[in-house]
Nanobody, 121 residues
Framework: QVQLVESGGGLMQPGESPRLSCAAS????????MSWVRQAPGKGLEWVSG????????DYIDSVKGRFTISRDNAKNTVSLQMNSLKLEDTALYYC??????????????WGQGTQVTVAS
């Protein structure tokens, strides 16, 4: 059974640098690409960042490029999102997701329950 458990969210101030983590289990972790997807209050889902199964390829939406860094530890079955220079507009529920292959193309197959990041001054 696939499990994705996010952690690291909370109430933050603008400019802070939290780190979200996702612990994965139930599948051969290094085989599959992972991503972070967020949903801001009253808005739709927004893909934030993806990382290939081997960790060699990453991508980001423009609004977080230069501020967020995705990484994975295939020995520990974890994927992380280092968020720097938080902005108010980063407030959202952040989901860890798994793809059906080593590339982050198409729609994710599995989703965690999410971790809430609230940025307020």
């Amino acid at each position: 059974q696939v499990q994705l458990v996010e952690s690291g969210g909370g109430l933050m101030q603008p400019g802070e640098s939290p780190r979200l983590s996702c612990a994965a289990s139930g599948f051969p972790f290094s085989t599959f690409a992972m991503s972070w997807v967020r949903q801001a209050p009253g808005k739709g889902l927004e893909w934030v960042s993806g990382i290939s199964g081997d960790g060699m390829n990453v991508d980001y939406i423009d609004s977080v490029k230069g501020r967020f860094t995705i990484s994975r530890d295939n020995a520990k079955n974890t994927v992380s999102l280092q968020m720097n220079s938080l902005k108010l507009e980063d407030t959202a529920l952040y989901y860890c997701t798994r793809y059906g292959s080593g590339w982050y193309h198409g729609s994710p197959l599995d989703w965690g329950q999410g971790t809430q990041v609230t940025v307020a001054s």
